[in-house]
């Protein structure tokens, strides 16, 4: 919505003559708020998904379990900015919760892209 929606409502604000400017500006403020009603439900539906799946990497514990209490604990976390972003929109408390998600989000990440790359099999020569 940011990059179309908004950015459309918020240059029809700007060019338009005086009469309509209160109109066109609501419209602009509606759009922001649609965004954040968005953005609020994307976050927590990652957040869940996050939450399943550290859940999932605890129980059956193919690679190390640390990694999915990290990757739930940035589930968690990403309930804490959608909640957030959904009641205050884009606010400074908003992007400090943003920033500590964001840096539970690569721990996991990077943990998990060297545990993949360590238990890389290697591939069998073809015979011919």
């Known amino acids: 919505m940011d990059g179309v929606a908004l950015k459309q409502a918020a240059h029809a604000w700007a060019n338009a003559p005086e009469a309509e400017k209160a109109a066109r500006f609501a ?11 968005s953005r609020s439900y994307q976050t927590f539906m990652l957040g869940l998904a996050l939450v399943l799946f ?11 379990r640390l990694v999915g209490y990290v990757m739930a604990l940035s589930g968690i976390a990403s309930f804490v900015v959608a ?18 998600w964001a840096a539970l989000l690569l721990v996991w990440i990077v943990w998990l892209l ?11 020569a073809a015979s011919g």
């Open 27 to 37: 419209s602009a403020e509606t759009m922001r708020w649609l965004e954040w009603g």
């Open 54 to 64: 550290g859940t999932a990497i605890v129980q059956t514990a193919r690679i190390t």
């Open 83 to 100: 909640w957030l972003t959904g009641a205050e929109g884009f606010s400074s408390s908003s992007e400090n919760s943003l920033s500590v």
């Open 114 to 124: 060297i545990a993949a790359w360590r238990m890389r099999e290697p591939v069998p």
